[in-house]
């Protein structure tokens, strides 16, 4: 198990703006749940609206894993945030809902944005 680093102050650079980092400490989290994340996040349709490294439609994986702490209650509200749908967290784009997945998988994912390197 690892935990993210350190999240990079705001005032750094322009590029992280929009990035408000909720204050709070990192704990490790599973790196099987990573790998499990990583195929479900290229399976299937998050690149749609994500990338890792930059804001396209909605914010870089990166950037999330910058504001939330890598803790299980924020990967709780993002896996829940996944399933049911979300807004404002951001600003003006929308999450849309995805009823169909299920919790398991939906954590996984979100265990990979705070994990992408492994």
Known sequence: MQAISEIPDSTDSAKFDYIRPIVGKDTLLDEKL????KVL???????TCYTD???AKRPAFQDIARRYQSNQPYIDLLAQKEIVGGN???GNPVM???PNLEYSDSDAMVTYIFL???
Do not use: T, Y
């Open 96 to 98: 849309s809902p995805h």
């Open 34 to 37: 990573n790998k499990k994340g």
């Open 53 to 55: 490294e930059r804001k």
């Open 116 to 118: 992408p390197d492994n």
């Open 88 to 90: 404002g967290s951001w």
């Open 41 to 47: 996040i290229s399976s299937g349709h998050c690149n």
